[in-house]
């Protein structure tokens, strides 16, 4: 059986924790496991919106994906309740969605947060999750 | 017996002897006395003196006392023969004196009884016959002064001895001529033949006439014609030549005048075709000119014969009684006749006599001048027929007809006319003028038309004029003047024509009126009206149907064809079937809704109604019917189609965007964590993740342009320079360009005017088609080249740019963009623009790109158009509404 996991491999840096907001269950799952995949994450999902918020304060994540358009509460919103709380008040937000103007989508922000246009690709996402949570990156 | 004699005796003596005388003799009738001394004081003699036949004087102191009293008695009793009676011895005057004085004289004292009366009649016969004598030599001399003939004698040797006083008329002074050649003055070339004939006369004795010319020295020639007689000498032998000879100068002048004249005459009479002849006073023919072969054919008529003949037996007996007349009277008359010819034909003579009289002044011909009138007689009868044909046409004619002079006097007038003015008979009105018929103020109008008209040479067409007719009504004629010339050019008069045109005015101003309430009614619904008679083609467009083309009343002609060629090409043939259908019947209404071509270029949704008026056979005579402009209801229809597509679209667009990427994320991070697998590293598995990620990738792309379409926002518009938009839009495209092999060239034209434009928009529209030229020229074995090229086009129309632009009062800008592909397929281009057209493979094209393309322009108030290059590939052609900066719009 092939594990996961090399044996003599020298101590790995310690895990960023990536939390996966998105109402899509199937969405989240997949992106649980590419993330999982690199084994440099740890991943929590919150298919609700309503329970982000609380979901981010109790995993502290290194970083929030987001989904924007999502029934009863959108990404927007959501975001502001994270960022409400002191402790998550920082902590960087990729914005997933689906509606975005072409100039927008050429800009790569939405009012200045940084986004990702659905459907997004195995490689383009670890590089956004990488660079967002890489020790060189502003921890905002 | 001698007859008495009455003696005046002046002197004593001479009573005393004649006293013895008259008592012894009685021969002596009377004594008258009378004394010299009476003759003293008077001029005259006492009356009782001329009875007396003789004169006794007596020299004494009663009677004459000397030669001077003699001298005085003589000349005062002339032709009286004078006897003196003288006393011996008392002779007062000598003897001779006496006798140079009287007749004869005696002495007293034998002067008795006997002796004085043989003295005294004596003296009576002398001076009788002295008397008769002296007339007789006087009355000679007279004559031969007088006669005209030139006698002259001539001696042997031609000298001429004697020239009678008519030789001064020819040759100057006879006494001159004694003694000189008769030759001499004989003109050259007479003078051989009259010496010869000289010379025979004298040898033969026998004179004979000869006619010669003299040729004086002043150059003159007279004719001559003369005779020798020989005058015998003593011996009996020819000795002189008496010749007597005339001048007949004057005579042969005169006859060769006349032969000149004759000459002429024959040559006059030859060549005039009138009829010249003399007949004589029966009429017989005694001359005709040669002219009359033309009735008589080449022999002429015969000599003598009777000259009534050929008259037609209706005519005969009235000319002859002209001639008879003619001849009676002395004056000729003009009369006219049918002259028979020898195959049946008539001709007509007119013919004038005059008489010719003889010497003594009685009539002895007739000469008789004639005119062959016949032609001119047809003529006349043809005229006439003209003439009253052209009379009945005219006084039939409902139209007034006069002719007027230069005075405006009416020449000619037809019937109409006359009822016109009052007349009933056209000749009534013939010598009046306007003045005299019409009032004052029509008149002044007309006769300054007139004027115009003979003045300047004008010709008057079509002029609408009022006219009062007699009968108290008002009309309007229209009329037509123009002016009459001679056959020398000059303006002799006018004719005129006028038509009465008050029924016609008066229907056509209720047509109007009628007609413009119906526009007015018509174009208060925006309609346009139209009438068109089918038989004639004629057509009326109402201003309004012109006017909702753009076009003026005079800019499109009235007939069929004026609204059949405005028709669209694609249009006509089913406008054509359309009219037909409603003719045959096959449809029960006309209703059409075709394209008409606008002034300015552009075509206008037309609605046409109408209705046919038939015939009995049901065949369609006119056709009435309104047109509508549906453009603009056309229009909105299709910006509201166009806004509902929009409408859904962005409904769905939104919504599956959405809804749909969710899923397709989760497909493509599902498939790429896979593909990470070991076991799908390679072989089937790899293969089919593969064709999963295209697939996703596939309906994203869809989604993403749906997105596109559906976002459109109103363009953040701002004024530009378009060179500027496309430079950027080209930019972007170079590396896409140089990668496809394309090369891309750009003609932009300096200094556009600016237009309202969102950049971002445009380089989105310029993405698309620079893209669709690319996929056009992929296939492509030209060479490949996108050019793209920009201008602009001033306001309304025209100029070098795009002409299907609608009007921009700011002119236009454009752009266009040319390829080297394969064009578009004619039946493709009306449908590229429509929304999720594609030509392209599946997962190539979305059919949404030009359609955007198209929406960007539009929101932009711009145009775009695709059409198919003469050389090839496609050119691709964008205007934009030129920004005006207009003050007076600033708020």
């Known amino acids: 059986m092939n594990l996961p996991m090399p044996v003599n491999e020298p101590a790995p840096a310690p895990r960023r924790r990536i939390l996966v907001v998105d109402d899509d269950a199937d969405l989240t799952s997949v992106v649980r496991m590419i993330l999982l995949d690199t084994g440099r994450y740890e991943v929590r999902v919150v298919n609700h919106p309503d329970l982000a918020a609380k979901a981010a304060l109790q995993f502290l994540p290194h970083l929030v994906l987001l989904d924007v358009m999502m029934p009863g509460c959108d990404g927007g919103d959501v975001a502001t309740q994270i960022r409400a709380h002191e402790a998550t008040a920082r902590t960087p937000i990729v914005f997933l969605t689906a509606a975005v103007t072409p100039e927008e989508a050429r800009r790569g922000k939405i009012g200045g947060e940084v986004y990702l246009e659905k459907p997004v690709s195995r490689e383009k996402l670890l590089e956004v999750v990488a660079a967002q949570v890489s020790p060189g990156a502003q921890v905002p | 017996m001698n007859p008495s004699l009455r003696l005046l005796c002046l002197g004593r003596t001479a009573v005393e002897v004649a006293e013895a005388a008259r008592t012894r003799g009685g021969w002596c009738a009377e004594v008258i006395l009378g004394t010299s001394e009476a003759l003293a004081d008077t001029e005259g003699i006492p009356a009782e003196w001329s009875r007396a036949d003789a004169v006794v004087v007596s020299l004494d102191p009663r009677g004459c006392r000397d030669a001077e009293d003699l001298d005085r008695v003589r000349s005062r009793l002339p032709g009286r023969p004078l006897v003196a009676v003288v006393q011996p011895g008392e002779l007062s005057v000598a003897p001779d004196e006496i006798l140079r004085r009287a007749d004869d004289y005696l002495v007293a004292d034998e002067a008795i ?158 060549a005039m075709t009138d009829l010249v002849a003399v007949v004589d006073l029966q009429g017989r023919r005694l001359y005709n000119s040669p002219s009359y072969r033309n009735l008589f054919g080449a022999e002429g008529p015969r000599p003598a014969s009777d000259s009534f003949a050929e008259i037609h037996p209706d005519d005969r007996e009235r000319i002859r009684r002209v001639f008879l007349e003619t001849v009676e009277t002395g004056q000729g008359q003009r009369a006219e006749f049918r002259f028979m010819l020898a195959d049946g034909r008539v001709r007509y003579l007119e013919s004038v006599g005059t008489v010719m009289r003889d010497a003594e002044g009685r009539p002895a011909k007739v000469l008789v001048v004639s005119r062959d009138t016949t032609e001119r007689r047809e003529a006349e009868k043809a005229l006439a027929r003209e003439h009253a044909l052209l009379r009945t046409l005219i006084d039939r004619l409902p139209d007034f007809i006069f002719v007027k002079d230069t005075r405006g006097r009416f020449v000619v007038t037809n019937r109409a006319h006359a009822r016109l003015v009052g007349f009933e008979d056209p000749n009534e009105l013939v010598g009046k003028t306007d003045h005299e018929v019409f009032p004052p103020d029509l008149a002044a109008r007309y006769t300054e038309d007139d004027e115009a008209v003979m003045g300047r040479g004008e010709e008057l067409l079509n002029r609408e004029e009022p006219v009062r007719h007699r009968d108290g009504r008002d009309l309007w004629v229209l009329t037509s003047k123009v002016p009459l010339r001679s056959p020398d050019g000059s303006i002799v008069g006018l004719v005129g024509m006028s038509r009465d045109i008050t029924e016609r005015r008066r229907t056509e101003r209720q047509l109007r009126e009628s007609q413009e309430r119906l526009e007015l009614v018509i174009r208060g619904s925006g309609d346009g009206v139209w009438d068109w008679d089918v038989v004639t083609n004629e057509a009326y467009f109402s201003p309004w149907w012109k006017g909702m083309l753009g076009y003026r009343e005079d800019e499109i002609p009235n007939t069929f064809d004026g609204w059949f060629g405005l028709i669209h090409p694609d249009d006509r043939e089913r406008s054509r079937a359309a009219l037909q259908a409603y003719f045959d019947g096959s449809t029960a209404t006309y209703e059409l809704e075709h394209r008409l071509r606008h002034k300015d270029g552009t075509y206008r949704w037309i609605l046409a109604r109408g209705v046919a008026l038939r015939d009995g056979q049901g065949r369609p005579l006119r056709m009435s019917g309104s047109h509508v402009d549906l453009t603009e209801r056309r229009r909105t229809e299709a910006r509201l189609r166009e806004a509902a597509r929009w409408e859904s679209v962005t409904t769905l667009a939104a919504g599956v965007a959405h809804e749909v990427k969710n899923p397709l994320q989760t497909i493509l991070l599902g498939v790429d964590y896979l593909a990470g697998r070991p076991w799908a590293a390679e072989g089937d598995a790899a293969e089919l993740l593969a064709s999963m990620r295209n697939a996703a990738h596939q309906a994203d792309t869809i989604i993403r342009s749906l997105r596109d379409y559906a976002v459109q926002r109103q363009p953040q518009a701002r004024p530009r320079d378009l060179n500027e938009v496309v430079s950027e839009s080209i930019a972007l495209m170079r590396y896409d360009c140089h990668r496809a092999g394309v090369e891309l060239g750009a003609r932009l034209a300096p200094r556009l005017p600016a237009v309202n434009v969102d950049s971002e928009q445009l380089n989105q529209v310029f993405w698309i088609v620079f893209r669709n030229a690319l996929d056009a020229m992929a296939r492509s074995t030209r060479a490949r080249r996108l050019e793209v090229a920009t201008g602009w086009t001033a306001g309304g129309s025209g100029g070098d740019g795009p002409t299907l632009a609608p009007p921009s009062p700011g002119g236009w800008v454009w752009v266009e963009v040319d390829d080297t592909g394969h064009g578009v397929p004619n039946d493709v281009l009306p449908r590229v623009f429509d929304l999720f057209f594609t030509t392209k493979s599946p997962g190539r094209g979305t059919g949404i790109g030009l359609a955007l393309a198209r929406r960007i322009l539009e929101l932009h108030g711009g145009t775009i158009q695709i059409a198919n290059r003469p050389g090839g590939g496609a050119r691709v052609t964008l205007t934009f509404p030129v920004t005006e900066p207009s003050p007076s719009q600033a708020p």
């Open chain 2, 113 to 270: 009884g006997r002796t004085l009366e043989r003295v005294v009649r004596f003296a009576c016969e002398e001076k009788r016959f002295e008397d008769s004598l002296l007339r007789e030599r006087d009355l000679f001399s007279r004559i031969w002064g007088r006669l005209t003939e030139l006698v002259a004698v001539v001696g042997l040797d031609g000298r001429r001895l004697y020239s009678s006083p008519a030789y001064r008329r020819v040759l100057g002074d006879p006494a001159a001529l004694l003694g000189t050649d008769s030759f001499r003055e004989i003109h050259p070339e007479d003078e051989g033949r009259v010496r010869a004939m000289f010379a025979e006369t004298m040898r033969t004795g026998a004179g004979k006439s000869v006619s010669f010319r003299f040729l004086l020295p002043d150059g003159t020639v007279r004719y001559i014609e003369s005779e020798g007689t020989v005058v015998p000498g003593p011996d009996g032998r020819p000795d002189k030549l008496l010749v007597v000879g005339r001048d007949v100068t004057e005579r042969w002048r005169m006859e060769t005048e006349l032969r000149e004249r004759e000459e002429f005459f024959r040559h006059i009479s030859e």
